[in-house]
Nanobody, 116 residues
Framework: QVQLVESGGGLVQPGGSLKLSCATSGFSFSITTMSWVRQAPGKGLEWVADISGVIDRTYYADSVAGRFTISRDNAKKMVYLQMDRLKPEDTAVYYC?????????RGQGTQVIVSS
């Protein structure tokens, strides 16, 4: 059974940083592309970043490139999203997903609020 559990969200001031974590189980993590997606209040799901399996190639949405970093720990079956220089428009519920572009199962999400 595929399980994904996000954590690490919270309230942060503009310009601040947060690191999101996603614990996974129930599938072959090391060979699986993982992604982060987000949903802002009143908006649809937006893809944020991918990290491929095996070679850890990363891809980012233009809106977060240069500010966010996706990474993974295959031994721990974890995927992370380091978010720096946060902006109010980054406010959203963030989900990790099995598969690229948020194409697969997601967790319950973790709320990020960027506000002064």
């Amino acid at each position: 059974q595929v399980q994904l559990v996000e954590s690490g969200g919270g309230l942060v001031q503009p310009g601040g940083s947060l690191k999101l974590s996603c614990a996974t189980s129930g599938f072959s993590f090391s060979i699986t592309t993982m992604s982060w997606v987000r949903q802002a209040p009143g908006k649809g799901l937006e893809w944020v970043a991918d990290i491929s399996g095996v070679i850890d190639r990363t891809y980012y949405a233009d809106s977060v490139a240069g500010r966010f970093t996706i990474s993974r720990d295959n031994a721990k079956k974890m995927v992370y999203l380091q978010m720096d220089r946060l902006k109010p428009e980054d406010t959203a519920v963030y989900y990790c997903s099995r598969g690229g572009r948020g194409s697969g199962p997601r967790g319950q999400g973790t709320q990020v609020i960027v506000s002064s």
